[in-house]
């Protein structure tokens, strides 16, 4: 099963930015996962909320905000003070980064985004190793279309309370039968085996999204899940290890 840092190694350096990615790869994960927003002019950013106030020194939406003024913000004094002076990094600059997959999540708008990021992959030569997600099923889908050999891995819902096995397997299994996803993600919680063998049955990978616990590993692992993603890879990759050794 592959280690994907979330945003990064997010729990030991501020989430997407250089410094986190950095981590990831130095704890050994196969891959980070990273959200991709335009600037005001059009120029592709790393950064996840829609708004910069939380994870920088600035305010306002980054769709409003001119590329000079992100560039110049500071990304990681929130976090910790030995990060301070940390940057909202543009995607070229982690694309950059030799030694991992990506996982690219989309939280553009328009077309012209959009096939920016694709172009942006494709200039910086890992289109076979990257991933591109987002909520946005008609952006994936029209993706697709212009990029076919692009991947791309659709979110599923989370499972609701009222939900027997039964329902959810088939709510995930049946939904990803409609796309022409390459992956499917469900939460590293909800995750069991019926849903694995289901899309493996597909051709489809399955990815085991945001694992917070040994537990959750463990159960992703059982499942037979291709990927997880973890704010901690570090402690992922150790389980994976010390589980590797005992079989």
Not at 31 to 43: K, T
Not at 76 to 98: D, I, K, N, T
Not at 118 to 138: H, K
Not at 223 to 247: C, I, M
């Amino acid at each position: 099963m592959k280690i994907i840092g979330h945003r990064g190694a997010s729990a030991v350096a501020p989430e997407n930015t250089m410094a986190a990615f950095v981590a990831a790869r130095e704890a050994g994960a196969d891959g980070v996962e990273l959200d991709v927003h335009a600037a005001a002019e059009g120029e592709l950013f790393v950064i996840h909320d829609y708004a910069v106030d939380r994870t920088t020194t600035g305010t306002g939406l980054v769709f409003d905000l001119p590329a000079a003024e992100i560039s110049h913000l500071d990304a990681g004094a929130w976090f910790a003070p030995e990060f301070a002076g940390e940057r909202v990094p543009r995607l070229a600059e982690v694309l950059e980064l030799e030694g991992l997959e990506f996982e690219v999540e989309l939280k553009c708008f328009t077309a012209e985004a959009m096939l920016a990021v694709v172009d942006a992959v494709q200039n910086a030569g890992v289109l076979d190793c990257t991933e591109f997600t987002s909520w946005n099923l008609p952006m994936l889908m029209d993706l697709k279309n212009h990029c076919p050999e692009g991947k791309i891995g659709i979110f599923s819902r989370r499972r609701e309370a009222w939900m027997p096995d039964e329902v959810f397997e088939r709510t995930i299994i049946g939904s990803a039968a409609f796309t022409t996803a390459d992956v499917v993600h469900v939460y590293a919680g909800d995750i069991t085996p019926d849903i694995v063998a289901g899309l493996h049955a597909q051709g489809r990978k399955v990815h085991a999204n945001d694992a917070t616990s040994t537990d959750q590993l463990r159960h992703a692992l059982e499942s037979a899940a291709d990927r997880t993603s973890t704010n901690n890879p570090a402690a992922a990759v150790a389980f994976l290890r010390a589980e590797s050794a005992r079989s």
